[in-house]
């Protein structure tokens, strides 16, 4: 069952888009608007245009808009009715209306029976902790200082040994084998038995709170690796995946900060000491979604891998990633030290993590510390190299007074003049960064083509229907139709709308569209979107749409009249097509046509 649209209307009205979106992604004020990085693709600068007065918002690069239920749907990849309830959590909205409304779940229904499977192969783990033969795991955890409540809190079970019990289980609950292999919850080479059986049991969820992959681990000296993970499957890509998010989400945006660390173990050892914001990479790169996700809270990240040097050649690689997308973030300098935070607080206590977790540093501290290290600087040619690897960091730099303190700390280092590296840094900003929006727009937006003067006026009066009830009233009495396929869509849906708003807003014109069934939605919403940003437009005024009804008139005149001409040229030879050229050619001059 749908909403009524009144609802979505007045959740919009109680609604500002700009704080809505800044749940999810850094924005930025700029003018009267503001600016974001784009999450619906691969943006290295700000071309997302967000406005407070008009409540939408607009990509000019790949063309994404619309307002702010229509963004939380695009980027929770969620059903517009399942994205208003969202919006309302977020902006606090309440409406009975809304829990008496069916939900739309956000999960595919061809893949809710691999969810289900992996929800009671959780469900025997759990149980598998409170058996007898479960009794070695809980001692174990036990002597891990896992008390009763962080084995609850992260859902920690245990895999029976027999690696038979939970082939069984899953068949009673109606889950075919073939399922189970698929999901990687069984292997078949000796018979089919459970992979995990004997381990540990880590259940790892995705961003939505569902279970979607298992962490096996040995106990002791166990033989065998030490950890087992589910493959990838239809619901687990591991790209996609931060270790603890669905939870560690909402404390950060209490906390505002978020710990981002190597493995599940350093998640929990961070909640035994009351840090319950903490996400796990779980030993992959750090990926294009990881950055998305890590967007949404909108707080500052503390990054804090392991500390031999893959761990931190793996943050230095973070840098350009989390510069690009303008997140706050600072590191644990833990260089040297490759101990994890699960044995820092077994072996030193609580106070000895804490104060290990707070040793941060900024971005250019922790790379000059990193690179000193790496680098031997004896030479002119080894300090040069230094200075080039830098500089981009440098040029990164939000506030005037770090990069001169750093330039000054870099020079010290390699006896270069402070005000060289601030003039190489100068430079390398103009020429290696493109920051005007505005710039962006003109070179890279699909919208930007050369329009025929007959859409250019459809454009124009389109523009004055989504900002003046004059205009409205005009096309519905003089121009009744736009030749644009769908400017002409657009128009109807305003005309429509009209009747229950003298001027209709563009949030009621999108809600209106969101619940179109049409293949064309998309580029309906684009196109709204595109048109509310113009800033080319003056002032409605009954002049200009005279202007533009002449404009229309004659241009279809023009384009009918070539038409007949098509179609009276068809299949003569070319002097009878010459002949007939000339007499239209005398038709379009008494018509003053082009």
């Known amino acids: 069952m749908a909403f009524d649209k009144t609802i979505i209307d007045d959740l919009l009205k109680r609604t500002d888009v700009v704080n809505v979106i800044s749940n999810y992604i850094t924005v930025n004020k700029k003018g009267r608007n503001f600016v974001a990085l784009c999450p619906f693709h691969d943006d290295k600068n700000p071309s997302l245009q967000i406005s407070r007065d008009k409540q939408i918002f607009k990509c000019f690069v790949c063309g994404e808009g619309g307002n702010a239920v229509q963004f939380v749907q695009k980027y929770e990849k969620m059903g517009f009715y399942d994205a208003a309830r969202k919006v309302a959590d977020l902006v606090g909205y309440t409406d009975e209306r809304l829990s008496m409304t069916a939900s739309v779940s956000v999960t595919n229904p061809e893949l809710q029976p691999y969810f289900d499977c992996m929800k009671d192969a959780l469900e025997y783990y759990k149980f598998g902790l409170t058996t007898d033969q479960g009794q070695v795991a809980l001692d174990y955890l036990h002597e891990r200082q896992l008390d009763e409540a962080m084995i609850s809190r992260f859902e920690i079970g245990y895999s029976l040994p027999d690696g038979r019990g939970l082939i069984q289980f899953l068949l009673n609950k109606g889950h075919s084998r073939s399922m189970m292999e698929q999901l990687g919850l069984i292997s078949i080479n000796q018979g089919a038995e459970d992979r995990l059986a004997g381990r540990l049991i880590f259940p790892i969820f995705d961003r939505y709170g569902r279970i979607v992959a298992f962490s096996g681990r040995t106990m002791g000296a166990a033989e065998g690796p030490k950890y087992i993970n589910s493959p990838e499957s239809k619901i687990f890509i591991k790209s996609n995946i931060l270790y603890n998010f669905h939870f560690a989400r909402d404390q950060a945006r209490h906390l505002q900060y978020l710990y981002v660390v190597e493995g599940f173990m350093d998640v929990i050892a961070l909640a035994r000491v009351g840090i319950d914001a903490a996400v796990a990479l779980m030993g992959t790169a750090f990926t294009k979604n990881h950055l998305a996700m890590l967007r949404m809270p909108d707080v500052e990240l503390r990054i804090c891998l392991d500390g031999d040097d893959a761990g931190q050649l793996a943050m230095m690689k973070m840098i350009n990633s989390l510069d690009g997308a303008k997140l706050k973030y600072r590191f644990v300098m833990n260089a040297g030290d490759t101990r994890d935070s699960d044995e820092i607080l077994n072996s030193d206590g609580p106070e000895a993590l804490k104060k290990y ?14 690179y000193m ?86 454009r124009q009066l389109l523009y004055f229907m989504l900002t003046d009830a004059r205009a409205i009233e005009f096309y519905k009495t003089k121009i009744e139709y736009f030749f644009d396929d769908i400017y002409r869509q657009i128009a109807n849906f305003i005309v429509e709308r009209s009747a229950d708003e003298e001027l209709p807003s563009i949030n009621s014109l999108l809600t209106a569209i969101g619940s179109l069934e049409s293949e064309k939605k998309e580029a309906i919403v684009k196109e709204v979107t595109a048109v509310a940003f113009e800033k080319n437009y003056p002032q409605c005024s009954e002049a200009l749409l005279e202007e533009i009804n002449h404009t229309i008139t004659t241009e279809r005149e023009a384009f009918h009249l070539n038409q007949q001409y098509q179609k009276a040229i068809e299949g003569k030879d070319e002097a009878e097509k010459a002949r007939i050229g000339a007499e239209f050619n005398k038709i379009r001059k008494k018509r003053h046509l082009k």
């Not at 977790?357 to 990193?370: D, H, Q, T, V």
């Open 357 to 370: 977790l707070n040793n941060l540093a900024n971005r250019l501290e922790f790379a000059m510390e990193y």
């Open 373 to 458: 290290r790496s680098l031997p600087l004896k030479t002119t040619e080894q300090r040069a190299h230094l200075i080039k690897l830098m500089v981009p960091l440098l040029a990164a730099s939000q506030t005037m007074l770090e990069l001169e303190d750093y330039a000054k700390k870099l020079g010290k280092l390699t006896s270069f003049n402070p005000n060289t590296l601030l003039a190489m840094v100068s430079e390398y900003r103009v020429n290696h960064q493109l920051n005007d929006v505005e710039t962006l727009y003109k070179r890279f937006q699909p919208e930007a083509r050369y329009l025929s003067r007959f859409k250019l006026a459809e």
